[in-house]
T-cell receptor, first 115, second 114 residues
Framework: AQSVAQPEDQVNVAEGNPLTVKCTYS??????LFWYVQYPNRGLQFLLK??????LVKGSYGFEAEFNKSQTSFHLKKPSALVSDSALYFC?????????????FGTGTRLLVSP | DGGITQSPKYLFRKEGQNVTLSCEQN?????MYWYRQDPGQGLRLIYY???????QKGDIAEGYSVSREKKESFPLTVTSAQKNPTAFYLC?????????????FGPGTRLTVL
């Protein structure tokens, strides 16, 4: 089965410290991977995606993610967290063997950045 | 939230009523999608459409219906057959035809059954 796991329901970090939000995937073949962020009662905002090439992907708002094929992971990172980064983060995967543009989402990780 | 609008923002429904959620996009995207979001469950695909006058069921289509008469519009009807319709509903759109295409989301509609 194709799936995405976000093992942490919540991540707490102090402002100014580095943050990591974890994501692992299980799909057939090479996946396309995405990160989205959701603020309360809002839609999802696209942060970044991995298609091919460099394993380190840079995205919006200073976020980056590292694709690790051997560990089937795509962790989201930021060198210095801001209080305004507090939100719900979703990892998603698009398996290449599907006939349409389906995205499989993880259950989300809530990030809380304390002042 | 870009060029995707959803209305209304909040919707209350009585048991046994059908309700229709609106989704409009001005991004000139061919593909449109409806997702349902429940706490702790991530997003689940209800229906999607890759072209006008064509749509396909997603993972949880039972109790829902859609139409795609215009490229810009993809309304979702939540019927009385949907057993547990209270949820946050998200519409998305993307270019079609490319595996790398990103889906962009609207602001969502929160439906509550009274």
């Amino acid at each position: 089965a194709q799936s995405v796991a976000q093992p942490e329901d919540q991540v707490n970090v102090a402002e100014g410290n580095p943050l990591t939000v974890k994501c692992t995937y299980s799909v057939s073949g090479n996946p396309y991977l995405f990160w989205y962020v959701q603020y309360p009662n809002r839609g999802l905002q696209f942060l970044l995606k991995y298609i091919t090439g460099d394993n380190l992907v840079k995205g919006s708002y200073g976020f980056e993610a590292e694709f690790n094929k051997s560990q089937t992971s795509f962790h989201l990172k930021k060198p210095s967290a801001l209080v305004s980064d507090s939100a719900l983060y979703f990892c998603a995967v698009r398996p290449l063997n599907t006939g349409f543009q389906k995205l499989v989402f993880g259950t989300g990780t809530r990030l809380l950045v304390s002042p | 939230d870009g060029g995707i609008t959803q209305s209304p923002k909040y919707l209350f429904r009585k048991e046994g009523q059908n309700v229709t959620l609106s989704c409009e996009q001005n991004l000139n995207h061919d593909a449109m999608y409806w997702y349902r979001q429940d706490p702790g469950q991530g997003l689940r695909l209800i229906y999607y459409s890759q072209i006008v006058n064509d749509f396909q069921k997603g993972d949880i289509a039972e109790g829902y219906s859609v139409s795609r008469e215009k490229k810009e519009s993809f309304p979702l009807t939540v019927t009385s057959a949907q057993k547990n319709p209270t949820a946050f509903y998200l519409c998305a759109s993307s270019l079609a035809g490319g595996w790398e295409n990103t889906q962009y989301f609207g602001p969502g509609t929160r439906l509550t059954v009274l």
